[in-house]
């Protein structure tokens, strides 16, 4: 059983910064690719971004591309979630989950992970 468990939510103010970390118990963490999603209250679970099993590959949604930055550390089982320059838009409960299968491509869509973690709450105020 795979768990994932993140940390680093909170509250911060507009253009301020936080950073996200999920740790994972997956023996197999250094082979897959791994994502971060968020959901805001009444609306669906949205991708954000995306870390291939290396780090070599990343890729963001377009409304956080060159304020966030994903990052991995296979020697630690462990993926951050760097944000920067946050907007109240941007809050929501963030979820870090695990691509299906190893040495897959990146994805996007809730569908191509299976396991996910419980979520951490970011909150940006005006």
């Known amino acids: 059983q795979v768990q994932l468990v993140e940390s680093g939510g909170g509250l911060v103010q507009a253009g301020g910064s936080l950073r996200l970390s999920c740790v994972a118990s997956?023996?197999?963490?250094?082979?897959?690719?791994m994502g971060w999603f968020r959901q805001a209250p009444g609306k669906e679970r949205e991708f954000v971004a995306v870390?291939?099993?290396?780090?070599?590959?990343?890729y963001y949604a377009d409304s956080v591309k060159g304020r966030f930055t994903i990052s991995r550390d296979n020697a630690k089982n462990t993926m951050y979630l760097q944000m920067n320059s946050l907007k109240p838009e941007d809050t929501a409960v963030y979820y870090c989950?695990?691509?299906?299968?190893?040495?897959?491509?990146?994805?996007?869509?809730?569908?191509?992970?299976?396991?996910w973690g419980q979520g951490t709450q970011v909150t940006v105020s005006s």
């Open positions: 989950a695990k691509q299906r299968g190893v040495y897959t491509a990146v994805g996007v869509t809730p569908t191509e992970y299976d396991y």
């Open positions: 997956a023996r197999t963490f250094s082979r897959n690719a």
């Open positions: 870390i291939s099993w290396g780090g070599g590959s990343t």
